[in-house]
């Protein structure tokens, strides 16, 4: 385990719909991201936040919104819903700002189907 | 070209022998190489990282680094069937991101 939690474990949602996904960060991390993992293929990078700012974004388009809180717990909003959002997204916390993956830990995911 | 490739697999080896897997990727100012064990329907964890050529040990596994042909690997010893899962390369690039390939999937028979 490692203190990084997701909330809900599955959703079912319909195109158009709108969908928030939640994190909480291991304790003391203060900075998250967020990739999108689609069937068969690799975590792709959605964007990350660093002390409440947005700190690097991936090749998302901009329905795909994030937040972070002042205790660091962080949402993924995605908008206007289509299939090909169906994947399971990831949330990752880490102690610095910059990328460092090697102190980055993953939550369990969040498993998100669009019909 | 993608930014990260992987044979996707499945690579299978009987228990007891080592598992070879390959990555290669395209940013030559990349500096950081990172492998990740995913079971299915869990999250990836970091199992191994790599920041100079040559070779890095940490118990069964051995990441190698090649910068020159922008290549990296990772050996399995002496492979259990624990170690099945799909196995992920990860290079922070350039720009400062994590970029993942596909994926290789690991089967190991007893």
């Known amino acids: 385990e490692t203190g990084v939690t997701q909330s809900p474990t599955h959703l079912i949602k319909t195109r158009g719909q709108q969908v928030t996904l939640r994190c909480s960060s291991q304790?003391?991390?203060?900075?998250v991201s967020w990739y999108q993992q689609a069937l068969g293929q690799g975590p792709q990078f959605i964007f990350q936040?660093?002390?409440?700012?947005?700190?690097g974004r991936g090749n998302f388009p901009p329905r795909f919104s994030g937040l972070q809180f002042p205790n660091y717990s962080s949402e993924l909003n995605v908008n206007a819903l289509e299939l090909d959002d169906s994947a399971l997204y990831l949330c990752?916390?880490?102690?610095?700002?910059?990328?460092?993956?090697?102190?980055?830990?993953f939550g369990p995911g969040t498993r998100l189907t669009v019909l | 070209q993608k930014e990260v490739e992987q044979n996707s697999g499945p690579l299978s080896v009987p228990e007891g022998a080592i598992a070879s897997l390959n990555c290669t990727y395209s940013?030559?100012?990349?500096?950081?190489f990172f492998w990740y064990r995913q079971y299915s329907g869990k999250s990836p964890e970091l199992i191994m990282s790599?920041?100079?050529?040559g070779d890095k040990e940490d118990g069964r596994f051995t990441a190698q680094l090649n910068k020159a042909s922008q290549y990296v690997s990772l050996l399995i010893r002496d492979s259990q069937p624990s170690d099945s899962a799909t196995y992920l390369c990860?290079?922070?690039?350039?720009?400062?991101?994590?970029?993942f390939g596909t994926g290789t999937r690991l089967q190991v028979f007893p």
């Open positions: 990752a916390s880490s102690l610095a700002g910059t990328f460092r993956p090697d102190t980055q830990y």
């Open positions: 304790s003391g991390h203060n900075t």
């Open positions: 936040y660093y002390r409440e700012e947005e700190n």
């Open positions: 940013d030559r100012g990349s500096q950081s």
């Open positions: 790599i920041y100079s050529n």
């Open positions: 990860a290079v922070k690039t350039s720009t400062d991101k994590l970029i």
